[in-house]
Structure formats: C-alpha cells, structure tokens
C-alpha cells in the first residue's frame, strides 16, 4: 500500500461510495431510465477521484488551477452526479430530477445544464480526445492541472478512442491520466464475445502509456495507482480498472441486462436493502 | 381515424427476419444496440449472417458497404446519432460513392428519444441522407409502413436509408406504402398537411379538430423523402392553394425546406413549418419534449389558422 493510501480515509471512501451507489439506484429508478450496470461499476473509481485526487473547490468550480476530470463514458452520469452533488457541487435533492424536461441533470453528462461538467460526452469516443486537448492547453499554458478521462471497455471498441490515446502517447502528456473501467460488459453483452478488447493492458502499453493493472473496487489499489500516475514522468499513465458491472446489487453484477435498464420499484427496493438501506427517495 | 400505438421498431426487427427468409444471402450488421433495434430477432434466427460489431458504427459501415459489394444486400443498424451523424463519410463514400446495396435502418430518430438528451436526439438525419446522391430516404409513420418500407427497399440495388422512431406510433396507414409516393391519409381542399414521421398521426389529429369547424386539411404523409413524390406537392399547392409541414427533425433542413423549396420553384403558394427550432434537443418525457419544441398540436393548429386567414378563407 502507498504512503498516500496508508494516510487515506479509506473507510469515509467507502462509505462515500455506498451513498453514491444508493443515490444511482434512487436516480434510475425515479427516472425510468438511465445506465445503472455501468455506474455502479465505475462509482469506486469516480469515488477516489472526487473525493480524494482531484483537486476541486465547491466555493470555486471554475478556479483555472483545478484538476480535470472528463467521463468519456457520458452515460454513467448518474455516478459523477450523486458524487459531485455529495462534495458539494449541487444541491443532494436536485439528485432525483434525472432525465426530466428542464432539470440539469441530462441523460449523459452535459455542461450546458451543469458547468462543474468539464465536458459534454454522450456519443462515446470523444471525452478522450477533449482530454487530451486538455492535457496538451495547461502544458502550453504551463498550467498545473491535471486531466483525467474515465473510458467504457465498450468504448475500446471505437476508432477515435485509440486515435486519441495514440496523441497522448505522442505529446508524452505526463499530465493526463486514462482509466479504464473494465467491466467486462456492453449494451448486449461480454465485451469479449462481441469485439474482444484484450490484450488491453499490452494495447494501452503499445501506445506509449505507464500502465497499471489494478482491482477497480480496492481503495488502496486505486489510490496506489492514482499516486503513481502522479508522479510518472515523460509519459501519459492508463490504469486498467477491473471492476464488476452492476457492482453492489447482487442481481445486477456480472451482467448486461441492466446496462441500460432501470430497477423497478421491488427491484430498487431491493437493491437498497442489499446496500444497507435506506429509503426511495433518500 | 388513428389506430392503436405500435411500436415500428417491432415490426422492423419481424420484416427484417422476413427478408432473411426469402433471401439467404442476405446479412445484418448492429453495434451494440441490438436489443434496442431490434436487429437480435435476426441474429437468434440467422446467427451465421449476423454481425454484432460493437462500438464502431463507421467502421460498421464500411464492413457493410464491403459485404455489399461482394454482392449481398446488407441491413446496418444502430441509432440515427450514430448512423447518419458517426458514420456519415463511411455512408457517403464507402456507401453511396460505391453505389453499394447497403440498408441503413436506424432507430432513435428525433425528440422522441427523451430521457438520453441532446446528444441522442438526431434532428439532422433526414437533410444529411437526403443530400447524398443515390440514397434513397424513408421516414416511415407507423408500423405497417415500417414493414412495407424495409420490403421495398430491398426490391432494388443500392443504398437505402430508413429513420424509425423509439416511441410507439399510432397506425395512421393500411401499410400500401409506395417508393417514391406521398400518401393521401385524409382528403380536403382548404389546406394540405405535409408531415413526415412521428408528425403525421398529429397532423390527423389536427386535420380532426379543423374538420370540427368546417375546415377540410387534405393530410400527406412523406414517409418517402427521397424520392420525393413531387407531384402530389404540386396538386396540393394547387388544389388547396397553402402548405403547412410538420416534422420532428430541424426546420432548418428537414422536410419544410423542401417543400418551400420545391413549391417556390413550381408553384408558389404559401408554406408554414413546423419542426425543431435551431436547437439542440434536451432530456425528458419524450411527447413533453415535442410540445416544449413547438410541435404540439396547439402550435400547429395556430399556424394553420395563420395560413387560412392569410388566405382569406376565414376572418
Ligand atoms: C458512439 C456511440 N455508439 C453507441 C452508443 C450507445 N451506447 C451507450 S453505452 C454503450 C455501451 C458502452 O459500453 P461500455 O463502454 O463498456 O460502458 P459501460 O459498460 O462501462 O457502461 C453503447 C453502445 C454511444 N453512446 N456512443
């Protein structure tokens, strides 16, 4: 374990996440739509960045020094929502107006509504490209911030994905960090049977990045790598995330079926109770 | 008048296995969203000529476009945001260039997508294909014209591309949808409503409620963009002497600039549009949406008083 990990408080983190994990239920279920399957596989990730790498400031979202974090998988909003909303960004309550006409809370992540959004992305295979322009401005603008992009393994699948990490590889942006949430499943199933992504730690490191091969749901594991991401020099850092879509609701692990589906009332119920409890509408 | 709702991405996924029967050449293409266009009740049957390629709509394309010209007729399918928008240089070159037999069959278009917001919600499709020389455009209003649709564009060689709706649609047609035809659903000679899409069991409804009044709206449906069916535009402009469209895509380039365009060059009569403003579309409940873009009822009926009034047919 890392000196940054050891000094963490590793279990405010995973309380943190078991909120959020709660609030991607309530937020689904209240809109009758959304991605649950892959919010909660990436809620561990996006934990340890909000509350803990990023350097973000409630009183000051747009302070030009704060770090960058851009979900190139648009659809697991409800994940960085509930985070941003319990760091403080936005009010908890305004949580369950996911989805609906006139709420900010868009159906993938949109910073026309919400400006704490550092970018829209939606249409996969884009959010790391604007990472990478990102990355490549503060450099020009000897900015210290960093940038960091959260990839969908589905998402390996697209063309431009491997076009933009192929820049960061090229401009050595030591300032952007890629994860990859690999949660093994698609909208129609096993990322393998459908377009086999793997070898996809040997791809990351073919195209130029330190990459780190880490349990996505081990605090300590992520923190270590995140650490290491910070300090790698010469080179932009991919950490391979192996996580568990639908992780925390046991019927909803390790399948694709709720990718795009929301819990229905028994379900959500359900999923609450597996998750310590807690009511509906929070 | 209007039928009960049914969904057109249904009766696509039930032709296409149709299609498949008759033709044992034929193959289909989907990226991840085979559930959601149906496409997965072909590859259960045919899994052999089913091609679930993942996240890669343009390079779907092009494979599509590849099979194609080694002679098979190939259906690709995904959402129109990835079809026409993603993959729009793989459709115009890999496809259209090459004359190649490709169906583009996407779902997903317009508001009616709802919940997923602007990114998702496709308003440019039908100008994008209907500028590319040798597409061919369907934007089917029901399901009975989605089956007949996706029949008919098999009954030629080259490229082909069919915008279908999420949301389930009333049956507005008894499904005798012809290539190249606009379909009288409604006669009348005060007024002509040209809609397209998810707009026309609306354009009835308005028809209805002017019918109440003593206003008779002949209604068009132009499920066939490209060809256009010219002639019935004209007979309309002439017979009925004003134009109102509506259309649940851009009104910037969508079907009412057709029609102003094709009317003004032939036979100049008065035209209102309804569509989707200069914007980007939002989340939320998908009918919400089309009222809070301008495309309720309500706003149609205003502008096909506005037309009436302008000429002279009521105070
Ligand atoms: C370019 C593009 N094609 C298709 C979609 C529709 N879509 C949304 S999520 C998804 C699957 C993504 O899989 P993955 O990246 O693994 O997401 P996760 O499992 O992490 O939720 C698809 C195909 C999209 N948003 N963008």
Redesign the pocket.
């Known amino acids: 374990m890392s000196a940054v990990a050891a000094t963490a408080d590793l279990d405010a983190l995973r309380t943190t996440a078991r909120e959020i994990r709660k609030d991607i239920i309530r937020m689904t279920y209240a809109a009758g739509g959304g991605?649950p399957?892959?919010?909660l596989?990436?809620t561990d990730l996006v934990t340890a960045l909000v509350f803990h790498e990023l350097r973000l400031d409630p009183a000051h979202p747009d302070a030009p020094d704060r770090d960058r974090l851009v979900l190139s998988?648009?659809?697991?909003a409800p994940a960085l929502y509930s985070a941003l909303a319990r760091r403080g960004f936005l009010p908890v309550e305004e949580l369950l107006t996911l989805r609906k006409l006139g709420s900010r809370l868009q159906g993938h992540v949109d910073r026309n509504k919400l400006p704490v959004i550092e970018a829209s992305t939606?249409?996969?295979?884009q959010g790391i490209g604007m990472a990478v322009g990102m990355a490549l401005d503060q450099r020009l603008r000897k900015g210290a911030a960093r940038v960091y992009a959260i990839?969908?393994?589905?998402?390996?699948q697209?063309g431009p994905t491997w076009e933009a990490l192929m820049a960061g590889g090229h401009y050595k942006l030591d300032n952007l960090t890629v994860i990859l949430?690999r949660?093994q499943?698609?909208?129609d199933g096993d990322?393998e049977a459908l377009m086999g992504i793997e070898p996809i730690a040997e791809k990351f490191r073919a195209f130029r990045y330190e990459t780190l091969d880490i349990d996505g749901h081990d605090f300590p594991a992520i923190l270590g790598a995140l650490d290491t991401a910070r300090s790698t020099k010469g080179r932009p850092t991919a950490i391979v995330a192996r996580t568990v879509?639908g992780k925390g609701v046991s019927f909803m692990e390790r399948t694709h079926v709720y990718?795009?589906k929301p819990p229905t009332k028994e379900e959500a119920e359900k999923a609450l109770a597996e998750l310590g409890g807690g009511s509906l509408t929070g | 008048m209007t039928g009960k709702s049914e969904s057109l991405r249904d009766a696509y996924g039930v032709e296409l296995v149709a299609r498949g029967d008759a033709d044992p050449e034929l193959v289909v293409l989907d990226?991840?969203?085979s559930g959601s266009t149906r496409t997965q009740l072909f590859g259960k049957k045919y899994p052999e000529r089913f091609f679930n390629v993942g996240?890669m709509?343009p390079t779907m394309v092009t494979m599509a476009a590849g099979m194609a010209l080694s002679g098979r007729t190939v259906f690709a399918s995904?959402?129109a945001i990835?079809a026409a928008g993603?993959a729009y240089n793989m459709v115009r070159q890999s496809v259209c260039y090459n004359h190649a037999n490709v169906k583009i069959v996407a779902t997903h278009g317009g508001l009616l997508v709802g919940g997923d917001g602007g990114t998702?919600q496709m308003l440019e499709d039908l100008a994008l294909m209907r500028g590319l020389p040798g597409m061919t455009v369907i934007a089917p209003s029901d399901a009975p014209t989605t089956r007949a649709a996706v029949r008919a564009i098999t009954e030629f060689q080259g490229p082909a591309y069919v915008r279908l709706t999420r949301e389930n649609l009333p049956v507005v047609t008894d499904g005798s949808f012809a290539l190249g035809k606009a379909a009288e659903l409604r006669p009348g000679s005060d007024l002509t409503l040209v809609a397209v899409g998810a707009m026309v069991a609306r354009a009835l409804e308005v028809a209805e409620e002017l019918h109440k009044v003593g206003v008779e709206a002949r209604v068009l449906d132009f499920a066939s963009i490209k060809p256009f069916d010219e002639k019935a535009l004209l007979k309309a402009a002439r017979e009925t002497g004003a134009i109102l469209t509506l259309e649940e895509h851009s009104v910037l380039t969508g079907l009412g600039a057709l029609v102003a365009a094709a009317t003004s060059e032939a036979y100049p009569v008065p035209v209102r549009r309804i569509g989707v403003p200069d914007l980007f579309g939002e989340s939320g409940d998908p009918w919400l949406l089309l009222d809070r873009y301008g495309l309720s009822k309500e706003r149609a009926l205003e502008e096909a008083w506005e037309l009436l009034r302008g000429r002279g047919k009521v105070n």
């Not at chain 1, 939606?122 to 295979?125: D, E, H, Q």
């Not at chain 1, 990839?151 to 390996?156: F, N, P, S, T």
Request: charged share 20%.
């Open positions: 991605h399957g892959g919010s596989s990436v998988k648009g659809h697991a939606g249409c996969l295979g990839l969908g393994d589905g998402e390996c697209a949430d949660n499943y698609e909208t990322t879509k990718h795009g | 990226a991840d969203l996240v709509e995904t959402f990835f993603q998702h």
